[in-house]
C-alpha cells in the first residue's frame, strides 16, 4: 500500500504561482503512474494532469494546459505540480493519486493523499 503527502498548498492571489509536492512512501513509486485531481465545494473531483511511470507522457486537463505542469522524481519518491497564472476557478482541495495508466478517470486511481488546499483570491 502506498502512502501519500500533498503539501504546498496555500493562499495566492489571481497570477500567482504555487508548487505542489506529493511525497510516496511504502511502495514501488517509479511504477505508478501518478495523477492530480482536484474538488472544489459542491462539485465533483476533476482530473488535473498525470504523468506516466518515466515522465514520457503527461496529459492535462484543458482547463490547464499552458499553465500546470506536472513533473516526477522517481529517485525522491515525488511528484509535483507547478501551477502559474493562477485564477479564483482553480480554488480547491488537489489530491495526488496512483494508477497504472494514464488516464483521466478518477476510479482507475488507487491510492490517494489527503489533499491540499488553494485558495486563489481574486
Known amino acids: 500500500q502506498v502512502q501519500l503527502v500533498e503539501s504546498g498548498g496555500g493562499l495566492v492571489q489571481a497570477g500567482g504561482s504555487l508548487r505542489l509536492s506529493c511525497a510516496a512512501s511504502?511502495?514501488?513509486?517509479?511504477?505508478?503512474?501518478m495523477g492530480w485531481f482536484r474538488q472544489a465545494p459542491g462539485k465533483e473531483r476533476e482530473f488535473v494532469a498525470a504523468i506516466n511511470w518515466n515522465s514520457a507522457t503527461t496529459r492535462y486537463a484543458d482547463s490547464v494546459k499552458g499553465r500546470f505542469t506536472i513533473s516526477r522524481d522517481n529517485a525522491e519518491s515525488t511528484v509535483y505540480l507547478q501551477m502559474n497564472i493562477l485564477k479564483p476557478e482553480d480554488t480547491a482541495v488537489y489530491y495526488c493519486?496512483?494508477?497504472?495508466?494514464?488516464?483521466?478517470?478518477?476510479?482507475?486511481?488507487?491510492?490517494w493523499g489527503q489533499g491540499t488546499q488553494v485558495t486563489v483570491s481574486s
Open positions: 493519486a496512483t494508477s497504472w495508466a494514464i488516464t483521466n478517470l478518477p476510479t482507475s486511481y488507487v491510492n
Open positions: 511504502g511502495g514501488t513509486f517509479s511504477r505508478y503512474t
